[in-house]
Structures are given as C-alpha cells and as structure tokens.
C-alpha cells in the first residue's frame, strides 16, 4: 500500500462529457503529480502541484486542469471527453527535500493504483 | 531530461538473480539514477535511486558504472512478484519540478 488514494477506480462515460478525479496524497507529502497511461503513449507526465501552487506542466491538453487544495487532496478534471481520452491516470505524491528543492527532487514518488477511465 | 535505452524484455527463472541493465550515454553530472517498477494493474512503484556510488536496499541492488553511462538493477532473488516493467530513469537534481519521464521499460518475465 503506496498510502497514495485515488477515487473512483473506475469511470465509464460518453464522448464530450466531463469527470473528475480524486488524488489523496500520503500524509506529510507536499507534492502532487498526475500520469496518463494509454496503451499508445505509454506512461506520460501531466502536471504536478506543490502546496497548492502548480510546478510543472507536462503534455497536459487545455480540456484538462487541475488544482490542489489546502488539505492537500488534488483533484484533475477532463472535460469535453474524447474516445482517445481512455486511459489510466495515475496520482502519485512526493515529500518535498529541502529548502534548495522546495519541490522534491529526487524524493520518490508514490503512486495509487490509478483510475481506469473509458469513454464511450 | 537525458534519455535511457533498455531491452525491451527480459526473462529470468525463479529463485535465480536478475541483471537489468540500462544505458544513458547522455548523463550529465547532476543527474540520479531512478528505477522504478510497475506491476501488472498497478501503479509504478519506486525501487531504487542513485548517484555515483552502488546502492542496495531491501527490494535491490543498483550497480553504477564507473563513468556513469550504464547501470545495472540486480535483483538478488527473483520472485513471481517481481513480474514487472522496470523503468530506468535519468533525473536531474537541479530540477525543481521532480517529474518523472518514463520510457518503454523492461518488461520482465519471471519462468517458475
């Protein structure tokens, strides 16, 4: 057990609907990250948060946005949902290092077990 | 990031050491060495991380080159658990955005 929760396991929708996704990071950790896994892409970062501040940005489209809230929990939200959208998307949670990498570099990351998402 | 290259797949008999390696010819002097492992329906797992020096802990050992441009993953003793894709990844300690950039991986096959 990673200590990392991500709710729900599993979401069925339509094409051009829009669904959130719920991250619970392990207690103490700062940082949040979230992952798409396709089958065709592979593994790819989206975005990370830090104590509610966004850090990084990766290939994260505009339909998607996330937030991080004072308790930590971050939620990534898709919206207008496409067939190519199914996936698996991972939260994972970091501790930050110090005050020279306020965001954790080279900290482990910890990932759930993910939210399998279809779109129908 | 610097790029890492590993074998697409690899197979090891039960109970007997694995030897995953990866390259990265690219690696400069501030990058760690993360390996990470994702087991089927799960989500990636940390497993190791260096810088210079070989490290071990409970899951693995992590053999450095000298001169830093390959790294072997040494799992002493393979276990049907241990079925995964390992992930060999290059981060650079000046980043302060700490993502993780994976790449195709190793998929290995435990034979009991």
């Known amino acids: 057990d990673s200590g990392v929760t991500q709710t729900p396991k599993h979401l069925i929708t339509a094409t051009g609907q829009r669904v959130t996704l719920r991250c619970s990071p392990r207690s103490g950790d700062l940082s949040v990250y979230w992952y798409q896994q396709s089958l065709d892409q592979g593994l790819q970062f989206l975005i990370q948060y830090y104590n509610g501040e966004e850090r990084a940005k990766g290939n994260i489209l505009e339909r998607f946005s996330a937030q991080q809230f004072p308790d930590l929990h971050s939620e990534l939200n898709l919206s207008s949902l496409e067939l190519g959208d199914s996936a698996l998307y991972f939260c994972?949670?970091?501790?930050?290092?110090?005050?020279?990498?306020?965001?954790?570099?080279?900290?482990?990351?910890?990932f759930g077990d993910g939210t399998r998402l279809s779109i129908l | 990031d610097a790029k890492t290259t590993q074998p697409n797949s690899m197979e090891s008999n039960e109970e007997e050491p694995v030897h995953l390696p990866c390259n990265h010819s690219?690696?400069?002097?501030?990058?760690?060495i993360h390996w990470y492992r994702q087991l089927p329906s799960q989500g990636p797992e940390y497993v190791i991380h260096?810088?210079?020096s070989n490290v071990n802990n409970r899951m693995a050992s992590l053999a450095i080159a000298e001169d830093r441009k390959s790294s072997t993953l040494i799992l002493h003793r393979a276990t049907l658990r241990d079925a995964a894709v390992y992930y060999c990844?290059?981060?650079?300690?000046?980043?302060?955005?700490?993502?993780?950039?994976f790449g195709t991986g190793t998929r290995l096959t435990v034979i009991p």
């Open positions: 260096g810088l210079t």
């Open positions: 990844i290059l981060r650079d300690r000046r980043s302060g955005a700490n993502n993780l950039f």
């Open positions: 690219t690696i400069s002097g501030t990058d760690y």
């Open positions: 994972a949670s970091s501790k930050k290092e110090g005050q020279l990498n306020p965001a954790g570099s080279n900290q482990p990351q910890h």
